[in-house]
């Protein structure tokens, strides 16, 4: 993921992300997604960010028909 700051608190991201699918596959299966985003740092330490992700490709048995786009929202805390 490629961030770029627009103000001194606030990011934007996209790039390419690596996802594992542990759901209704025997063995697992690795897809590849294009996400945008954006992120928030509150202080040297609390930040936010949410991403959403757009499937590229796919591994697995799950079908043509079968998309996967994602949205994750998260919240962390940095250690200095």
Same mark, same amino acid.
């Given at each position: ?23 209704? +596959? ?7 997604? *294009?996400?945008? @985003? #954006? %992120? $928030?740092? &509150? /202080? ?17 048995? +799950? ?7 994602? *949205?994750?929202? @998260? #919240? %962390? $805390?940095? &250690? /200095?």
């Amino acid at each position: 993921m490629l961030k770029y700051e627009v103000a001194d608190s606030f990011n934007i991201q996209a790039g390419p992300q690596i996802n594992y699918l542990l759901e209704d +596959l025997p063995d697992g299966a690795f897809g590849l997604d *294009l996400a945008v @985003g #954006a %992120g $928030y740092q &509150f /202080n040297d330490n609390w930040f936010v960010e949410a991403r959403y992700g757009f499937q590229i490709s796919r591994g697995g048995g +799950l079908g043509e028909f079968t998309d996967f786009n994602t *949205l994750t929202i @998260g #919240a %962390g $805390y940095r &250690f /200095n």
